[in-house]
């Protein structure tokens, strides 16, 4: 029997698709600091229904279920909302240096 865990789905996957989206040639205007990429995070999980799982098969098997063309593509949708909303609204207190 394997360890009990406590983990959302959702989050794993959205912080994933962000990370990857803020590296890519789309955003490389985007700030890429903890605060901006948090925020993006913690905007796009908000609109999103959560998948909480509380073993490692169960993860995986959720992982498997949601990884899929239909709900990437509404996922994705979410994060271009948030990384929206938080370009216009920073609440970094510095100007970033481009990286």
Same mark, same amino acid.
């Not at 169960?58 to 709900?71: C, G, I, L, T, Y």
């Given at each position: 029997?394997? /360890?009990? #865990? &406590? $983990?959302?789905?959702?989050? @794993? #996957? $959205? !912080?994933? %698709?962000?990370?990857? &989206? %803020? !590296?890519?040639?789309?955003? =490389?205007?985007?700030?890429?600091? =903890?605060?901006?990429?948090?925020?993006?995070? +913690?905007?796009?999980?908000?609109? %999103?229904?959560?998948?909480?799982?509380?073993?490692?098969?169960? !993860?995986? /098997?959720?992982?498997?279920?949601?990884?899929?063309? @239909?709900?990437?593509? &509404?996922?994705?949708?979410? #994060? #271009?909302?948030? %990384?929206? +909303?938080?370009?216009?609204?920073? !609440?970094?207190?510095? /100007?970033?240096?481009?990286?």
């Amino acid at each position: 029997m394997s /360890e009990p #865990i &406590l $983990v959302n789905v959702t989050e @794993e #996957i $959205v !912080r994933g %698709l962000v990370s990857f &989206l %803020l !590296r890519g040639p789309e955003y =490389q205007t985007f700030c890429k600091c =903890q605060t901006c990429e948090y925020d993006t995070v +913690a905007l796009t999980l908000n609109a %999103l229904p959560s998948k909480y799982v509380t073993s490692l098969e169960s !993860r995986d /098997e959720a992982f498997k279920m949601m990884n899929v063309p @239909e709900n990437i593509e &509404l996922i994705n949708k979410e #994060i #271009i909302h948030a %990384l929206h +909303a938080v370009s216009k609204y920073p !609440r970094h207190k510095v /100007e970033p240096t481009s990286l």
